[in-house]
């Protein structure tokens, strides 16, 4: 099965800052990464899928690039409410694996 | 506007079951694949088991499998977990996420947007 890695597992950065999350497949999945928030308390919400595409409604902060195996979810301007834990999930087949998570907490 | 709606959660004892529903609205529900992701406490998410909008085929987590069996009523808009043989690692909140695509039918190689609440399952004696 193909395992996803995500890199760093938590990172502390103040408002403004621009964050990087990385994700790596063990085997390429094209573009079949999708990125998904878990804010405290709440339900997990689609930020990018298509490796690439940013789902309705998310902030244009929020971008996605890669393909294969080396995967990026950025985010330009950090704000308070981004502090959350971010997941990757390849959907490429079965077993749909997700990430390890990033924690993002403010500086 | 599409809800999922999950229900079914509790105590129950190593060893035995439980069955989770998902009851959904504001979409053509056999067109759609879905899932059930869980996280358990201080944990990731972990996906643990997809079927497509027809239900003609399921996946499973190895975790899970030969324990769990997804279903779905398509007539009842409802989707269904049957979990047997629980196990302390089994205690999670268990969400049910429908597949998202630009046009349906949406099979089972998509992300999950949206989510439900989920049910908070808790394996213990």
């Known amino acids: 099965d193909i395992q996803m890695t995500q890199s760093p597992s938590s990172l502390s950065a103040s408002v403004g800052d621009r964050v990087t999350i990385t994700c790596r497949a063990s085997q390429g999945i094209s573009n079949y990464l999708a990125w998904y928030q878990l804010r405290p308390g709440k339900v997990p919400k689609l930020l990018i899928y298509a490796a690439s595409t940013l789902q309705s409604g998310v902030p244009s902060r929020f971008s996605g690039s890669g393909s294969g195996t080396d995967f990026t979810l950025t985010i330009s301007n950090l704000q308070t409410e981004d502090v959350a834990t971010y997941y990757c999930q390849k959907y490429y087949s079965a077993p749909l694996t997700f990430g390890g998570g990033t924690k993002v907490e403010l500086k | 506007e599409v809800q999922l709606l999950e229900s079914g959660g509790g105590l129950v004892q190593p060893g035995g079951s439980l069955r989770l529903s998902c009851a959904a609205s504001?979409?053509?529900?056999?067109?759609?694949?879905m899932s059930w992701v869980r996280q358990a406490p201080g944990k990731g998410l972990e996906w643990v088991s997809t079927?497509?909008?027809?239900?003609?085929?399921?996946y499973y987590a190895d975790s899970v499998k030969g324990r769990f069996t997804i279903s779905r009523d398509n007539s009842k808009n409802t989707l269904f977990l049957q979990m047997n043989s629980l196990r302390a690692e089994d205690t999670a909140l268990y969400y049910c996420?429908?597949?998202?695509?630009?046009?349906?039918?949406?099979?089972?190689?998509?992300?999950?947007?949206?989510w439900g609440q989920g049910t908070l399952v808790t394996v213990s004696s």
């Open positions: 079927i497509s909008g027809g239900a003609g085929s399921t």
């Open positions: 996420a429908k597949a998202y695509c630009a046009t349906a039918p949406c099979y089972s190689s998509s992300p999950f947007d949206p």
């Open positions: 504001g979409f053509t529900f056999s067109s759609y694949a």
